[in-house]
């Protein structure tokens, strides 16, 4: 670490820097972080390529939420006390003499990844992939959500005068954008989404935007069915039902009046999945964004005798600049999707509300004055 390279700050600070944690005993709380608030004024600590940004928004995931009560996502295990958070954006504070492409002052939105640019995944583009990522909000990498935050420039991407919220939201967008990339969905392709949650709503605005017809989105909750259809009052919703996966199909399909040529499952629920592969015309294809359990039984005839791809997605690459342009340019709204908002310091009632869907909440997002 060069602690003795002169850096460049602009900011007049007071607060000191604060952080959510969870731990192996599912326990959540706010309590001190780095770095420290005396570093950040004198802008101290960075490495070469790095900057410090004061973070003003972030996002729960609901990854953030599994993490909190289960310990673990597969093989990511929260094994020590550990930060959560990975969709932030706030102001650059301070930045390392090295860097060029950002000044104190720049907002930016910070993409949660640090890729090695060494291995195969990395040198061929595709760096969601990096066999040495260090991802942000994944054990045993602390996240965002804090209300400073060391980062290197080059995944702090400027977003002029977007709001930080928005700039939040280009992380879920980015999800979507990369399934809709990697999915083919093309203009007049009738579309099944499976959830309603943040990224099945995001994934819904993506599809309009690119003029998937019809557009047919489930969940089990009547409410976000509701909101899916204020958001987008084309679409047709399904409100599932405990019956089995071939039923659920028939009825996908009738409210369509056609077979979806692409499902796009944002849930990665066993039943969830199999819904959508009975429902996919031939040739059709199954693309699952959700996250699930390690081992799930599937349809495999069915996705044998009708050609059906199963296709999956591991996070993202190369999306935040082309969200930057669809949100600027307002081609996707993801405006309406924040529905709570709290002070960091109120975070375990961010969370609790994130967590119970009593509440209604789509996206509960925690702000920060720096």
Known sequence: MDTSAETTTTATLEKENIAVYTNPQHDLWVSSAE??????????????????????????CGSDVHFWHAGR??????????????????????????????????RVAIEPNIICHECEPCLTGRYNGCEKVRFLSTPPVDGLLRRYVIHPAVWCHKIGDMSFENGALLEPLSVSLKAMERSGVRLGDPVLICGA????LITLLCCRAAGAEPIVIT???????????????????????????????????????????????????ESSVAAATWS??????????GVGKNEMNMPFMRLSTQEIDLQFQYRYCNTWPRAIRLVQ?????????VTHRFDIEEAV??????ADPKTGAIKVQIRNDV
Do not use: W, Y
Not at 281 to 287: D, H, P, S, T
Not at 329 to 335: E, I, R
């Open 197 to 200: 949650g943040p990224i099945g």
């Open 35 to 60: 770095p420290s608030l005396e570093d950040v004024k004198q802008g101290t600590g960075l490495c070469e390529g790095e900057v410090c940004v004061g973070i003003r928004s972030t996002g729960i």
């Open 349 to 354: 009632k961010a969370f609790s509300t994130a």
């Open 73 to 106: 996502i597969g093989p990511m295990i929260v094994e020590d006390t550990h930060i959560l958070g990975h969709e932030s954006a706030g102001v650059v504070l301070a930045v390392h003499p090295s860097v060029t492409i950002l000044i104190p002052g720049d």
């Open 280 to 289: 996919v015309k031939f040739g059709g294809k199954v693309f699952v964004i």
């Open 329 to 337: 340019g307002g081609v996707v709204d993801v405006s309406k999707l």
């Open 219 to 269: 969940d089990i909750d009547e409410g976000r069915l509701s909101f899916a259809k204020e958001l987008v009052p084309s679409v047709r919703t399904h409100h599932v039902q405990k019956v089995p996966a071939e039923e659920t199909a028939n009825a996908i399909v009738r409210l369509a009046e056609i077979r979806p040529a692409i499902a796009l499952e944002c849930t990665g629920v």
